[in-house]
């Protein structure tokens, strides 16, 4: 039998002594009890909601009658039990929704375009590093080459995780393949066209602004800088925005055009204070008359 929370540990050894000696006699019971004594009772959720259930059933303050305890047993039975089924219920239900989930993120969605993700940041930071040591040389490349920063994986991890969340709540969402696929292609044209820069400037192209005028250091306006004046950074920036488009990341899109835009606009006119510094008049004519590549950032 069902242990009731201890009520019937309390009513019915008195209702069975007092029926056994004297069946006429009313039972003496206390007229009331402090509700702090039943504390110990409520270990458990269902046990809490039938003590609320049980006390219903007799006047506030005093204790039921000996045929009120029988009724109050019978129903407290009946009243835990609906209260575990419940719970039962609601921890099969937290183990669908759990499982739904797993299987979600472990899905055909989930593997595909997080392996997309993951490549295409081994072979972005992997080029870059390779390029890096092909034009200035092993010993003068740091890891700082790689261009991981702290506020860099912060980004990513802020992607993965929202990411994560929207797969599991709303997985239809993710598999908006024919945007999921423009991303893809944003990812491809971003880093063809940041290579390209780099393997055009050679030499020229450096990760650092570059504050001091050297001997190697020229104006490069053919190839791609006919057309573009910051390729490499007009790359990044599609790189970066398609990752999150490719990911059906609707939040992280944004963030990301606003940050990297951001950092560009602040970045690009430095930079742009010292090329006028070391080639003057030439890189007026040059700007005037060349994009930037960052959008509104002349």
């Not at 019937?8 to 069946?23: I, R």
């Not at 001997?215 to 007009?234: A, E, Q, S, V």
């Amino acid at each position: 039998m069902i242990q009731l929370c201890g009520l019937k540990e309390l009513f019915v050894p008195f209702v069975l002594q007092s029926e056994v000696s004297n069946p006429t006699l009313p039972l003496q019971l206390p007229t009331s009890i402090s509700l702090s004594c039943l504390n110990p009772l409520c270990s458990s959720s269902s046990r809490g909601r039938f003590l609320r259930v049980a006390l219903q059933f007799a006047p506030f303050g005093a204790f039921p009658s000996p045929g009120h305890v029988k009724f109050l047993a019978f129903a407290g039975e009946m009243s835990l039990l609906k209260c575990l089924a419940e719970d039962l219920g609601c921890c099969f239900s937290v183990s669908r929704f759990s499982l739904a989930s797993l299987s979600d993120i472990l899905g055909y969605t989930a593997c595909r375009q997080l392996s997309q993700l993951l490549l295409s940041i081994i072979f972005f930071h992997g080029s870059e590093y390779v390029l890096a040591v092909a034009f200035h040389g092993r010993s003068n490349v740091t890891l700082k080459s790689l261009l991981i920063s702290r506020n860099y994986l912060l980004a990513m991890f802020f992607s993965l995780v929202e990411y994560l969340l929207e797969i599991s709540l709303f997985p239809a969402l993710k598999e908006c393949w024919w945007i999921s696929n423009f991303g893809l292609a944003m990812i491809v044209v971003g880093e063809i066209i940041r290579k390209i820069a780099i393997i055009t400037a050679g030499r020229a192209f450096t990760h650092l602004i570059k504050i001091y005028h050297e001997d190697h250091h020229k104006l490069i306006t053919h190839g791609i800088y006919r057309f573009i004046r910051h390729p490499g950074y007009c790359g990044f920036f599609i790189w970066s925005v398609g990752s999150q488009i490719m990911l059906c990341n609707p939040v992280s899109t944004i963030v990301f055009a606003v940050v990297v835009w951001h950092f560009f606009s602040t970045r690009i006119p430095y930079e742009e204070y010292f090329l006028r510094q070391f080639f003057g008049r030439e890189y007026e004519e040059y700007a005037q008359t060349v994009p930037s590549g960052v959008p509104f950032v002349n």
